[in-house]
């Protein structure tokens, strides 16, 4: 089951922006709904990559941005950070999938 990791923009009454990368299996708008609940903020969908290895896509992307970390998985990102989602996941997921089918090592819980 191939589950989301996205990235959402939160713009907050001053208009300064913060990012929450996330998961779901669920559709995202509906996640959204529950973020937005008692939240004046403006929330809006950046971007989000579907793939099985979603999880440690997600914790390798925490990871990289740890150093932008405001709270718990709210981040400040640059531009840059913002535009290259996309790319940073699918990198992952490659590197993900080579490690599953070329690293004798590797075992998958989830088979």
Same mark, same amino acid.
């Given at each position: ?32 709904? +529950?973020f937005k609940t008692g939240n004046a903020s %403006?929330?809006?969908?950046?971007? /989000?990559?579907?793939?099985? @290895? ?12 740890k150093k932008y970390n405001i709270s718990g ?12 989602? +996309? ?6 997921? %490659?590197?993900?999938?080579?490690? /599953?089918?070329?690293?004798? @090592? ?6």
């Amino acid at each position: 089951m191939e589950i989301c990791v996205y990235l959402i923009c939160c713009t907050d009454t001053n208009g300064d922006k913060l990012h929450k990368i996330g998961i779901t299996r669920r559709k995202i708008e509906k996640r959204m709904k +529950e973020f937005k609940t008692g939240n004046a903020s %403006e929330l809006h969908l950046v971007n /989000s990559f579907k793939s099985k @290895w979603a999880f440690q896509i997600e914790a390798s992307l925490k990871r990289r941005f740890k150093k932008y970390n405001i709270s718990g998985e709210w981040f400040d990102l640059s531009t840059d950070d913002i535009s290259n989602f +996309e790319n940073y996941c699918l990198n992952l997921h %490659e590197n993900f999938e080579l490690i /599953s089918t070329e690293n004798t @090592w590797y075992i998958d819980n989830n088979s």
